[in-house]
């Protein structure tokens, strides 16, 4: 039972490159979620899901994108990082309680 | 403005010993109140979890207090060991469909 998989774990992009994290969970859990993780600050929400094919916007959905294809599955992109995206980036699924990955680290040069 | 304010930010303590961390929130209407321990590199683990009716909570060497009332809760360590060096945040959830509150956290380190 591997709960909440994100990937990757690091990675570094270049102003204007995309790419997308993938939150994958093993729990049948409706309610998925992306957080970002900055020095000093609370984790802040940036999307979530209800449920599969269903989105809405967090605290600081600017510059992101989401994707729920697949109830196990819950994709954020980034269409073109900028460095203010550098951050620690948790997904947490919830189902009795929330269970949160690992985290990816994102540096933005 | 729904808000959680931890304190301290940082603290140092000997193995152990005991310590007590403190959270306060201004989240309203409330529904219930969660700590977690993140380690580094890590993502958080629930260590309790509080609803208003609840004044007190243990999960082994951690007890969680809650103050619905006052709207302060907080996280008592015994007998403190190395591997509870790790960040605390107090996380508050609101009713309906309010979003989590995170904390801050406090920084924990036990040194030998």
């Known amino acids: 039972n591997a709960g909440v998989t994100q990937t990757p774990k690091f990675r570094v992009l270049k102003t204007g490159q995309s790419m997308t994290l993938l939150c994958a969970q093993d729990m049948n859990h409706e309610y998925m979620y992306w957080y970002r993780q900055d020095p000093g600050m609370g984790l802040r929400l940036i999307h979530y899901?209800?449920?599969?094919?269903?989105?809405a916007k967090g605290e600081v959905p600017d510059g992101y994108n989401v994707s729920r294809l697949k109830k196990q599955n819950f994709l954020l992109g980034l269409e073109s990082a900028a460095p203010s995206q550098t951050s620690v980036y948790f997904c947490?699924?919830?189902?009795?309680?929330?269970?949160f990955g690992s985290g990816t680290r994102l540096t933005v040069v | 403005k729904n808000q959680v304010e931890q304190s301290p930010q940082s603290l140092i303590i000997l193995e152990g010993k005991n310590c007590t961390l403190q959270?306060?929130?201004?989240?309203?209407?409330?529904?219930?109140l969660r700590w977690y321990k993140q380690d580094t590199g890590r993502g958080p683990v629930s260590l309790t979890i509080m609803t208003f009716s609840e004044n007190t909570k243990s999960n082994g060497r951690y007890t969680a207090t809650l103050d619905a009332d006052t709207k302060q809760s907080s996280l008592h360590i015994t007998a403190s060991q190395l591997s509870d060096s790790a960040s605390y945040i107090c996380?508050?959830?609101?009713?309906?469909?309010?979003?989590?509150?995170f904390g801050k956290g406090t920084r924990l380190s036990v040194i030998a």
């Open positions: 959270c306060n929130y201004t989240v309203s209407p409330f529904s219930n």
């Open positions: 996380v508050v959830t609101g009713t309906g469909n309010t979003p989590l509150v």
């Open positions: 947490a699924s919830y189902g009795y309680g929330y269970t």
């Open positions: 899901s209800v449920g599969e094919g269903t989105t």
